[in-house]
């Protein structure tokens, strides 16, 4: 019986500590902030119709651009699983929305960009949810800041 009482706990502990994930370290603020910025030497005029081309080219739809305060707002197409409403009587719709800030100071134009995938649920009540989850992965951003640099290269040499 004693055997039971020792073994018992510790193998709900051991289970326990098996089922729990572990991620990788989390970025702190500073560095999220470097993974999702670039300086460019060319003029905000150059660099934001850039970002606009860049966002359309990897297939976002433009929401909002405005020159004046640097924000350029834009959205993924949406998909949406028919077979998870006909299963569950709940709609999935996800997609991923991107931002973009410019803004020039000392004559280089900075510029962050922010990946977000939205995944919104509604069922038939009414009821809604909705989970933004920020893109954490540096391959990302690296792969739009390439294309912006093409971008930027191809407008100044006009």
């Known amino acids: ?14 289970f326990i500590a098996g089922c729990a994930t572990t991620s990788g370290p989390e970025m702190t603020p500073l560095e ?3 993974m999702q910025s670039r300086s460019y030497e060319e003029a905000k005029t150059i660099v934001f119709p850039s970002v606009v ?15 004046a305060t640097g924000l350029i707002t834009s959205e993924s197409a949406a998909s949406s ?4 409403r006909f299963w569950t009587g709940t709609t999935r719709v996800e997609q ?8 020039e100071i000392g004559g280089q134009s900075n510029v962050r960009l922010n990946f977000v995938v939205v995944d919104e649920r509604s069922g038939g009540w ?7 989850t920020p893109i954490l992965e ?8 390439e294309r912006i640099e093409n971008a930027i290269f191809i407008r100044s040499s006009n």
């Open 1 to 14: 019986m004693r055997y039971i009482r020792v073994t018992l706990p510790l193998l709900l502990v051991m």
């Open 32 to 34: 999220i902030q470097a």
């Open 53 to 67: 081309s860049v966002f359309q080219d990897l297939g976002y739809t433009i929401q909002s651009a405005d020159l």
């Open 81 to 84: 699983d028919g077979w998870h």
């Open 96 to 103: 991923t929305r991107a931002t973009a800030f410019i803004e």
């Open 126 to 132: 009414g009821q809604r949810d909705r989970r933004d």
């Open 138 to 145: 540096a391959d990302a951003y690296q792969n739009a800041f």
